[in-house]
């Protein structure tokens, strides 16, 4: 039996709260103080990677991929800047210019993270 820290109560060893205050007992307040010093030391995200990822997407919207229109035969045209596309006619592909902007996102948030900074 041991007594607990704010009421005195005897209670068994197996308790790690007092069931008449509700206090945690002392194997239990140990336990609690050590917690937060370790939970305030946080992993933070690496920002230039996130940066960078941020840069690419930018860069994907400027010069988004470009396929033949719907009357030609279907045909990647490739990437170009998106004031001259490379055929009058050509069109944006929008499923192309989806996978890109997600694929890159989610390899920049993985890297960010494989990467991260620990304090």
């Known amino acids: ?34 917690t937060p010093a370790s939970g305030s030391a946080r992993e933070q995200l690496n920002l230039n990677i996130l ?14 991929p470009w396929e033949t229109s719907p009357a030609q035969p279907a045909a990647f045209l490739g990437f170009h800047f998106i004031l001259s596309p490379p055929q009058p006619d050509a069109i944006v592909s929008r499923l192309l210019l989806t996978i890109e902007l997600t694929t ?13 900074s620990k304090p």
């Open 51 to 64: 940066y960078g990822m941020v840069t690419v997407l930018i860069v994907s919207l400027i010069m988004p």
């Open 104 to 116: 890159t996102a989610i390899a920049g948030l993985y890297l960010s993270f494989l990467f991260r």
């Open 1 to 34: 039996m041991k007594p607990c820290p704010a009421c005195g109560r005897a209670l068994p060893e197996i308790n790690r709260y007092c069931t008449h205050c509700g206090a945690g007992v002392a194997a239990d307040t140990q336990r609690t103080t050590t």
